[in-house]
T-cell receptor, first 112, second 114 residues
Framework: ETGVTQSPTHLIKTRGQQVTLRCSSQ?????VSWYQQALGQGPQFIFQ???????GRGNFPPRFSGLQFPNYSSELNVNALELDDSALYLC???????????FGNGTRLTVT | RKEVEQDPGPFNVPEGATVAFNCTYS??????FFWYRQDCRKEPKLLMS???SGNEDGRFTAQLNRASQYISLLIRDSKLSDSATYLC???????????????FGKGTHLIIQP
């Protein structure tokens, strides 16, 4: 068990809607990252938060945003959903910069 | 050129055989390297970090060649439970995360046959 849990496990939304995905990390995991994994692809880095501030971002548009909270939980928000946003969304956390990331079980988002 | 390239396979291998797969990376500034394993419709799980001196964990051996920007994974005495997708991962930072995030290959699909 990685100690990283995500909710919900599956979600279906309509194009144009907004969605919020949630992640709960282990106590002490100050770093949380979000990744998008489309079918047949490797995970793609969306952004990273460290101590509640975004400190890194991949090649994703501003309609992808996030929050990290003091209780080691975090959110990924996606506005104006597009069909191509259908993917597995993975949250990963780490206790520190020297430790490998451990992933949660993911949220599978389908946009119709 | 993709940042991390892997042969997607599938590699069909009989149980008990030895299998090896490789990946290449384009960013010479990459500092840390990993192999992750991903089962169908599950999250990636860290299999092992990869060090320049090479490292072994039971039946698994990983090698890194910085000059050729090449990483390999060798699995000996393969088991049915080794069937999975193996993701090659590089990072510009010395850490497992970092502000640039991890860069994943598309993965190599391995099927161990009885």
């Amino acid at each position: 068990e990685t100690g990283v849990t995500q909710s919900p496990t599956h979600l279906i939304k309509t194009r144009g809607q907004q969605v919020t995905l949630r992640c709960s990390s282990q106590s002490g995991h100050n770093t949380v990252s979000w990744y998008q994994q489309a079918l047949g692809q490797g995970p793609q880095f969306i952004f990273q938060y460290y101590r509640e501030e975004e400190n890194g971002r991949g090649n994703f548009p501003p309609r992808f945003s996030g929050l990290q909270f003091p209780n080691y939980s975090s959110e990924l928000n996606v506005n104006a959903l597009e069909l191509d946003d259908s993917a597995l969304y993975l949250c990963a956390s780490s206790p520190g910069t020297e430790s490998p990331l451990h992933f949660g079980n993911g949220t599978r988002l389908t946009v119709t | 050129r993709k940042e991390v390239e892997q042969d997607p396979g599938p590699f069909n291998v009989p149980e008990g055989a030895t299998v090896a797969f490789n990946c290449t990376y384009s960013n010479s500034a990459s500092q840390s390297f990993f192999w992750y394993r991903q089962d169908c419709r599950k999250e990636p799980k860290l299999l092992m970090s990869v060090y320049s001196s090479g490292n072994e964990d039971g039946r698994f051996t990983a090698q890194l060649n910085r000059a050729s920007q090449y990483i390999s994974l060798l699995i000996r005495d393969s088991k049915l439970s080794d069937s999975a997708t193996y993701l090659c991962v590089v990072n510009r930072m010395y850490s497992g995360g970092g502000a640039d995030g991890l860069t994943f290959g598309k993965g190599t699909h391995l099927i161990i046959q009885p």
